[in-house]
């Protein structure tokens, strides 16, 4: 099976062209900061194609029998087995994935194309009892129609099939605009995919335009009934914001700032293992990241001396090397600014437990012992630092855990379930995880944040009511007595 080419072509209309705008894209890898390849910039018009394709295509990919949507997907599904390694691949070379993080991926975006094979079979329609003598009453499960997808860097494949896959599932059409970083693997390799399945033409569409060029042209484009946009709260809330104004439906997927919390009767050593993978898997590039570590007082020094321990021997470095668990972070800007946050959080009077390093673009672990209103604390990291918050009871652990604007997930570790699940309760996050770590997606599990880490829940059913809508056609089937 020869690998995919023409990745760094636009997709419009099932055609692999290069785009009409007039800037090129740079796409680096992470870690060598070499060159991978060169894409000319989609323009508007290359959008306004995308789109008018999708919506000519769509009408009939939604009359297509629903076994043979079903079966596109799991041939989808097969492709993506076959090409594994093709694909942890280019993980690695455009996201800088580690080969674990690249299989844990690749994993994720095969269950959630799996169970998004059975969305064909369940767009029926029910028959509610009406409370009018002689009518019959008909809900339909109906597409949207055209879906606009705007995916991020961290976990491109996954982040933007957990999209695709429902929204092609149940019968709609898709335009995806990948990051700029990783316009590979979160855009063009699902072209590939989806084309190699047998999805008509028009039906994915693949865009990989300059924000500077088209500014808003994407999410304000009249087409698309609605934008799924994984990223950050900023330009999640301007997109809310456009799309609210031309009545869009959305779906966003932002932020995170989330808490993990250790109580004085918690498994201290599992605790600790929990807490290092749910900070470092990724360098931290991950939105459900562990941002603090809150811990009860009497478990302070245990904690913090064995968590310290443990992210001093994880090896970083070349993530195409089997056991580098830190790999680099996606670019320069991204160390600069971290290391500009750290100095701010120790001139803010945070201590540092272990100082980490630069290599190129690869951070070492940062660990810093502070409070909640430190900037390392306040501010979402997305990357290897974390700050360490020493607490003097369960009440004050759970005020410091709900005291951000964000609301993702998080996790608790107690000495019992009841007790953890207590607390669990009472955080507020779309997600907790009790004695484990907040870095957990499942595809049937209902997957989303509360406050400003973003609107609307992927996976299992929730998938299914996000990229479809309903209508009630009535039938009156008896002459109806009106008042007048």
Request: aromatic residues 6%; hydrophobic residues 40%; negative net charge.
């Amino acid at each position: 099976m020869a690998n995919y080419t023409d990745l760094n072509l636009q997709f419009i209309n099932g055609s692999w062209r290069a785009g009409a705008g007039s800037a090129e894209i740079d796409v680096m890898n992470p870690y060598t900061q070499q060159s991978v390849t060169r894409i000319q910039s989609a323009s508007q018009q290359d959008i306004d194609e995308a789109y008018e394709s999708a919506k000519a295509a769509q009408k009939e990919w939604a009359e297509v029998n629903a076994f043979e949507k079903a079966r596109v997907m799991e041939k989808a599904v097969h492709i993506m087995e076959e090409r594994r390694e093709e694909l942890i691949r280019i993980l690695v070379e455009d996201a800088g994935s580690t080969r674990i993080k690249a299989n844990v991926e690749v994993d994720f975006t095969i269950a959630i194309t799996r169970h998004s094979a059975a969305f064909p079979m369940r767009m029926e329609g029910t028959m509610p009892p009406s409370i009018i003598p002689g009518k019959e009453n008909h809900v339909y499960r109906k597409p949207l129609g055209v879906v606009g997808i705007i995916g991020p860097f961290n976990f491109p494949m996954y982040l933007a099939m957990r999209s695709v896959a429902p929204a092609i599932a149940t019968g709609n059409a898709v335009v995806v605009k990948p990051a700029s970083q990783t316009p590979l693997s979160g855009g063009t390799l699902l072209g590939k995919i989806f084309e190699e399945a047998g999805v008509p033409a028009g039906i994915i569409n693949v865009v990989m335009p300059k924000t500077s060029e088209i500014g808003d042209g994407f999410v304000e484009h009249p087409i698309p009934r609605m934008i799924s946009f994984t990223g950050s709260t900023g330009v999640g809330q301007h997109i809310g914001e456009i799309a609210g104004r031309m009545i869009k439906k959305t779906v966003l997927e932002l932020g995170g700032n989330n808490p993990l919390v250790v109580l004085d009767d918690a498994d201290i050593p599992l605790a600790i293992q929990g807490a290092a993978f749910g900070k470092f898997m990724h360098s931290g590039q991950i939105c459900m990241a562990v941002n603090r570590i809150i811990v009860h007082k009497d478990v302070y020094d245990e904690f913090a001396k064995g968590f310290v321990a443990l992210a001093k021997g994880l090896k970083h470095g070349d993530p195409t090397k089997e056991d580098t668990l830190i790999g680099p972070l996606i670019d320069q800007n991204s160390v600069q600014r971290l290391l500009g946050e750290v100095e701010k959080a120790k001139q803010e009077g945070a201590e540092v437990l272990l100082e980490g390093e630069v290599e190129g673009n690869v951070m070492t672990p940062f660990i810093l012992k502070g409070t909640n209103d430190m900037t390392t604390a306040k501010n979402e990291m997305f990357g290897p630092v974390v700050t360490i918050i020493p607490v003097d009871s369960e009440e004050e652990a759970l005020r410091v855990a709900n005291d951000t604007e964000y609301g993702l997930s998080g996790a608790v570790h107690a000495g019992t379930d009841s007790k953890a699940m207590a607390f669990a309760r009472k955080m507020e996050t779309g997600m907790v995880h009790i004695n484990d770590q907040s870095v957990n997606d499942e595809p049937l599990v209902a997957f989303g944040g509360e406050k400003n880490s973003g609107i609307g829940r992927f996976g299992g059913d929730w998938s299914l009511d996000e990229f479809t809508t309903f209508q009630w056609v009535s039938v009156q089937n008896t002459s109806r007595k009106y008042p007048f």
